[in-house]
């Protein structure tokens, strides 16, 4: 499939990004970014050598205008937000901005209002319809994601 910038390097992007190096043929390059570049310095050490090109970057996902400049720079295929939930709305927005297809793995929610609820993102449809990109919201974890991942390719 090509190369995927993955937001995030907590638990569940760890887990992710290990799912995505076992699939190097689908996932032949993935950056790895989080506002903690060490983080993704050390997992990016743990995986190398496995078949898949793995660089990592620094980013404030809170920040549209740092996204689109680091999505310009890695020209990924797929953004994949394994960040916060609340930081799920300035991913899309890049996204859009950049033209690149988004997924994520837990739909967006406002950081002080505990409030589970899709309209926000919702909201993005017709604009990415537009744009001729896809967003995949709100994916199950595993099986769900690695099944989409052996769907992309």
Excluded at 113 to 139: N, P, V
Aim: net charge negative; charged share 25%; proline share 3%.
């Amino acid at each position: 499939m090509g190369k995927a910038l993955i937001i995030g390097c907590g638990g569940v992007a760890s887990v992710a990004i290990h799912k995505c190096v076992q699939n190097s043929e689908v996932f032949e390059e993935i950056c790895i970014a989080s506002r903690t570049k060490s983080k993704c310095d050390a997992l990016k050490e743990k995986l190398d050598g496995r078949g898949t090109i793995i660089t990592t970057a620094q980013v404030d996902a809170d920040d549209v205008d740092q996204l689109i400049a680091l999505i310009q720079d890695v020209q990924p295929d797929i953004v994949m937000n394994l960040a916060l939930p609340y930081q799920d709305l300035t991913i899309m927005d890049a996204c859009l901005a950049t033209k690149t297809h988004y997924m994520d793995t837990a739909n967006y929610e406002p950081e002080d209002t505990a409030k589970f609820e899709y309209k926000w993102q919702w909201d993005y449809q017709q604009r990415f319809e537009e744009a001729g990109i896809t967003a995949l919201l709100g994916s199950g974890f595993d099986p769900g994601v690695t099944g989409v991942f052996q769907h992309m390719h």
